[in-house]
């Protein structure tokens, strides 16, 4: 059986998170910001035979592009993707990626919710990093395919954006996703990252 579980991409860093954290920075105030929207409604921006390119107008954080193809969904933010930073190779930027024939998950209306977790910086909120559920595939040793979800986070920096970890489906999932979240909050684990 299998048993989703936690995953922070950068999970040899997060001793020295947890020791960065007890310090100063950790007085900051950090909240969550809720956005919900249809990626369906969101305008095409880019179609091949093979995917297309969604991008979505955010309210809470930079614009999102969704790129939609036969064996899953990746994730881009705006404005990096138009100045070539993830087509170029640039370490400091990486697609977040759904598992196996992933998808974004959406409720049976098609809404999909975002949380925005943010920090109070001269007295307006800025997002410092995205969770979202996905949806992916696993075929189990039957060869049955199982359809599973978790949480995905995205760091957001101002010259950085990538996948930095996924939190399965276990107990205090949101939390834990959370913490992963906040954990890299003043750093940029991009580079160690790119895949």
């Not at 998170?17 to 880019?46: K, T």
């Not at 170029?88 to 925005?116: C, Q, S």
């Not at 010259?159 to 939190?167: K, L, P, R, T």
Request: one cysteine or more.
């Amino acid at each position: 059986m299998h048993r989703p579980s936690v995953v922070p991409a950068f999970a040899p860093a997060l001793i020295g998170l947890a020791a960065l954290a007890a310090g100063p920075a950790a007085a900051a105030e950090i909240s969550s910001v809720y956005e919900r929207f249809s990626v369906e409604e969101c305008p095409v921006a880019e179609e091949t035979d093979r995917e297309q390119w969604r991008r979505c107008d955010m309210k809470n954080g930079p614009d999102l592009v969704f790129i939609l193809h036969e064996h899953g969904v990746a994730v881009l933010v705006e404005p990096a993707a138009s100045e070539g930073r993830y087509e170029a190779g640039d370490p400091n930027y990486d697609m977040g990626r759904t598992g196996h024939f992933g998808d974004i998950f959406a409720d049976d209306k098609g809404v999909t919710t975002l949380e925005w977790r943010v920090e109070k910086v001269g007295g307006k909120w800025q997002p410092f990093a995205a969770i979202y559920r996905t949806t992916y595939t696993l075929f189990g040793d039957d060869g049955q395919p199982q359809n599973l979800n978790r949480l995905d986070i995205l760091k957001i920096g101002a010259d950085h954006a990538c996948q930095i970890g996924e939190v399965g489906n276990v107990a205090g999932q949101n939390e834990k996703a959370r913490a992963i979240a906040d954990a890299a909050r003043d750093i940029n684990p991009c580079p160690a990252l790119k895949r």
